[in-house]
């Protein structure tokens, strides 16, 4: 489950459609770099992962993170 944002927290709405191949590669980076994840991209890099777990069953999200 994603965390809520703090309430005050000003939004940005962006709009961009992923490919397959972007998602991939992007959830791989933030995987591999979580450590140094900069300061307010956690909530987008929750987002990413579920949304990946979301689409793959067990056995596809091992083989993908490996």
């Known amino acids: 489950m994603i965390p809520m944002r ?3 927290e000003k939004k940005f709405t962006l ?3 992923f490919t ?7 959830a791989k980076f933030l995987r591999d770099n ?3 994840l900069p300061e307010g991209l956690e909530y ?7 949304a990946v ?6 056995d596809e999200v091992k083989k993908f993170y490996s």
């Open 15 to 17: 709009s961009y459609n």
């Open 6 to 8: 703090e309430p005050d």
């Open 53 to 58: 777990y979301q689409s793959l069953s067990l």
């Open 44 to 50: 987008f890099y929750q987002a990413l992962e579920s």
């Open 20 to 26: 397959s191949k972007e998602v991939a590669g992007l």
């Open 34 to 36: 979580q450590e140094s």
